[in-house]
Structures are given as structure tokens and as C-alpha cells.
T-cell receptor, first 109, second 114 residues
């Protein structure tokens, strides 16, 4: 079966760095997405990785290792507004998105 | 900017009622999707559509149907609402053949069936 695992909840301090991991087992791979979802709102796109390596976009970076079935989202200089759920999703061989359950990130002052 | 709108943010219906959830996108996207989101389960695909009048079942189509008569509009229908269909419903759209297949989401409809 297809499976995406990410931690249920993480806590970090304002100004710090946090890494949210995602491991996946899917039928085929056509890219991995990270989305941010604030409580009660729609998910919004953060990043897309299809090749191995690190993609940096401001305070957010996303890493992919296809051979290990592993990705992480790195958030630097955490701000209170980064408190949200972070969703990992893999585009499978049929170009369907397979979603993880999401990681709730709590930022403390 | 892509805009995906949903007809209601909050909806309360009684068991057995027929429920219509509407979704409209303004970016001429070919693909449209209906998901439900429940705590601890992530997003689960109900139905999707690649073109007008085309529909495909997702992972959990039971108890739902869809309609896509126009490219910009994708409707989700609960023929006879049940309490286990209480959930957050999210509509999304994407461009077909895009480089990233990024999906754009509407604000969601929180449906409560009593």
C-alpha cells in the first residue's frame, strides 16, 4: 500500500530552527509537495521537490532523498505566524497526490 | 492569483438530507478535486475530474457523487447525508500538464450532519 509518515505534533521556540520529517512509500514518484495549513484555512503551497537535494526559499527549505524515500521541511528564524500544520504529499505514478496526516507545529514565545 | 471559491464555509444539515457543495475556480484549470479532511487522517480524495463531464472515483467515493457541467465548476453531492459525513470538505484545482501539478485549494466547507 501507499504510506506517508510524518510526526503528529512538534513544538519549537520563536526564533529557532525546526525540521519536519516525512517518509514515504508510494507506487511511483513524480515529486513531493509541502503545504502549510493554518487552523480553519485552506492548505497553501510551500514547495515542490522532484530531484534530490535542497531547495531554499527564504526562511523555508525542503530536502529530498528519493533513494531513502525521505524529505524534510526546514523552517528557520521561527515566527509565531508559522504555527500551523505542515502537510507532506507525494505525486504517485498516476499523478495523484497521496497525503500525509500532517504535522501540527506549535511555536512558543 | 488563482482563486478557488466554495459556496459555504459552514453548513449544518440533518441526516437523510441531500446536500450540494459547490466549487468554482477562475483559472481555467482542467483538473478539479474534492477532498475531505478529518483529524489524524489527512486529506482523502473523494472524486476528481480531468475535464467537463468527466469524473473519476478517488479513495472514498461511497455516499458521494459529483457533477462537472462547466469547466470552472465542480459540485459534490451527498445523496442522503449521514453523521459520518460530518467533516471539512476541501475543493482544489490544478493545471493539467503543468510542471509541478500544484493544487490550489478553496477555503473549505465545514459540514455538520445531525
Amino acid at each position: 500500500g501507499q504510506n506517508i509518515d510524518q510526526p503528529t505534533e512538534m513544538t519549537a521556540t520563536e526564533g529557532a530552527i525546526v525540521q519536519i520529517n516525512c517518509t514515504y512509500q508510494t507506487s511511483g514518484f513524480n515529486g513531493l509537495f509541502w503545504y502549510q495549513q493554518h487552523a480553519g484555512e485552506a492548505p497553501t503551497f510551500l514547495s515542490y521537490n522532484v530531484l534530490d537535494g535542497l531547495e531554499e526559499k527564504g526562511r523555508f527549505s525542503s530536502f529530498l532523498s528519493r533513494s531513502k524515500g525521505y524529505s524534510y521541511l526546514l523552517l528557520k528564524e521561527l515566527q509565531m505566524k508559522d504555527s500551523a500544520s505542515y502537510l507532506c504529499a507525494v505525486l504517485d505514478s498516476n499523478y495523484q497526490l497521496i497525503w500525509g496526516a500532517g504535522t501540527k507545529l506549535i511555536i512558543k514565545p | 492569483d488563482v482563486k478557488v471559491t466554495q459556496s459555504s464555509r459552514y453548513l449544518v444539515k440533518r441526516t437523510g438530507e441531500k446536500v450540494f457543495l459547490e466549487c468554482v475556480q477562475d483559472m481555467d484549470h482542467e483538473n478539479m478535486f474534492w477532498y475531505r479532511q478529518d483529524p489524524g487522517l489527512g486529506l482523502r480524495l473523494i472524486y476528481f475530474s480531468y475535464d467537463v463531464k468527466m469524473k473519476e472515483k478517488g479513495d472514498i467515493p461511497e455516499g458521494y457523487s459529483v457533477s462537472r457541467e462547466k469547466k470552472e465548476r465542480f459540485s459534490l453531492i451527498l445523496e442522503s447525508a449521514s453523521t459520518n459525513q460530518t467533516s471539512m470538505y476541501l475543493c482544489a484545482s490544478s493545471f493539467s500538464g503543468g510542471v509541478t501539478y500544484e493544487q490550489y485549494f478553496g477555503p473549505g466547507t465545514r459540514l455538520t450532519v445531525t
